[in-house]
């Protein structure tokens, strides 16, 4: 599929007031902003990472090359892991993409549009006026089943940059021409005419929401994922390609070059494209850095333990941005960090997210 991306940024809003962590959950995003992680009242224990893995301590003791210091709340401890133990766990881990947050300006004007052209559901909505933002959850099904999108709407900001580095959403469609059509008769904005990909056989088109996020409508049969793709521009793909394996667990799908349109792109999941969410990995030849501007946020994965997570992530070179842990008053277990192109994520404890939308 061609790729035409603007290369040209426009700088960020840095005087506009963003609500602090809208991670996986709206409770827990509330919780977030009211507690910095030095605030906690008590740090979680030191967790040995041997016990972690399943690893002994005499096998640990032959891997000292593999030791590192690593900084949990308030307390140090030992991170004796190797790297090969910790992608065996992460490999069996049950994995699956939550939902993508993002920020729009108009949040019923948006709603309006994902349900009447897209034909999302809105699953939940929650005001959280305290920390002045709004959050909107919808989709195609339960979000403990579904990919989900979770809008957030900060009071009073109307408008967002969302830079050169996000690419698009995908949804899948039975009808791509008469998606397009509908989108049309209710004033929606199409990029790209219903037609086949450049190349190939597969029936897409392009449209553009009321914020200006991109949707590639995709001509498939039934799917119990619709909303099927996340769409990130990086730097070094083979580089993503590698973490995302290591540390993350998704299988390498699918790799594409196009020479004539100066991309690649690799398809990375938890399952197959045609009944599972995606990320779309695109390089553009010699581009190695993005504006990621302030309106899309992150992805939230969910994880059997939020402690292995981040170890495994730390090994294979990634930023752990909130040490993992439970939330105040909450108890949700999260962990945070950023892929070596600076993209957020957001791991959240199973059991603990489906307990959360119980509430």
């Not at 040209?8 to 991670?23: F, K």
């Not at 994902?114 to 979000?143: H, Q, S, V, W």
């Not at 109307?158 to 008469?178: L, Q, S």
Request: some cysteine.
């Amino acid at each position: 599929m061609a790729r035409i991306v603007p290369m040209a940024g426009t700088s960020s809003n840095s005087h506009i007031r963003l609500a602090a962590l809208h991670s996986p959950l709206s409770s827990i995003a509330a919780a977030a902003a009211r507690f910095a992680p030095s605030r906690l009242s008590s740090a979680p224990r030191p967790i040995h990472q041997e016990h972690l893995f399943g690893i002994t301590t005499s096998r640990l003791i032959r891997k000292a090359n593999c030791i590192k210091a690593s900084v949990s709340g308030n307390t140090t401890q030992a991170s004796t892991v190797d790297k090969e133990s910790a992608f065996e766990w992460v490999k069996k881990d049950n994995r699956r993409m939550l939902h993508v947050v993002y920020r729009v300006g108009d949040l019923e004007r948006t709603i309006k549009f994902y349900t009447e052209c897209l034909g999302m559901k809105l699953l939940r909505k929650r005001d959280i006026p305290e920390e002045k933002y709004t959050n909107a959850f919808l989709g195609y099904g339960p979000e403990d089943s579904h990919f989900v999108v979770e809008l957030t709407y900060n009071y009073g900001v109307d408008k967002y940059d969302i830079g050169t580095g996000f690419g698009h959403f995908g949804v899948a469609v039975e009808d791509v021409t008469k998606t397009v059509d509908l989108i049309k008769a209710k004033g929606g904005k199409v990029t790209r005419e219903p037609g086949p990909v450049k190349g190939g056989r597969s029936v897409i088109a392009f449209i553009e929401d009321p914020d200006g996020y991109k949707f590639e409508l995709l001509e498939r049969g039934p799917t119990p994922e619709p909303l099927c793709q996340v769409m990130l521009r990086v730097g070094d793909l083979d580089r993503s390609i590698n973490f995302y394996e290591k540390a993350f667990g998704m299988e390498l799908l699918r790799k594409r070059d196009n020479p004539e349109y100066k991309y690649t792109i690799a398809m990375m999941g938890y399952g197959p494209e045609d009944t599972n969410t995606v990320l779309e990995l695109t390089y553009n030849y010699g581009v190695t850095e993005y504006d990621k501007g302030n309106a899309y946020a992150q992805i939230a994965i969910g994880t059997d333990d939020v402690y292995k997570t981040a170890e495994a992530i730390k090994l294979h070179g990634g930023t752990i941005t909130r040490e993992p842990g439970p939330l105040p008053v909450i108890n949700t277990k999260i962990t945070a960090c950023l892929d070596p192109d600076g993209w957020k994520t957001v791991f959240v404890d199973n059991v603990d997210f489906v307990k959360e939308l119980e509430y």
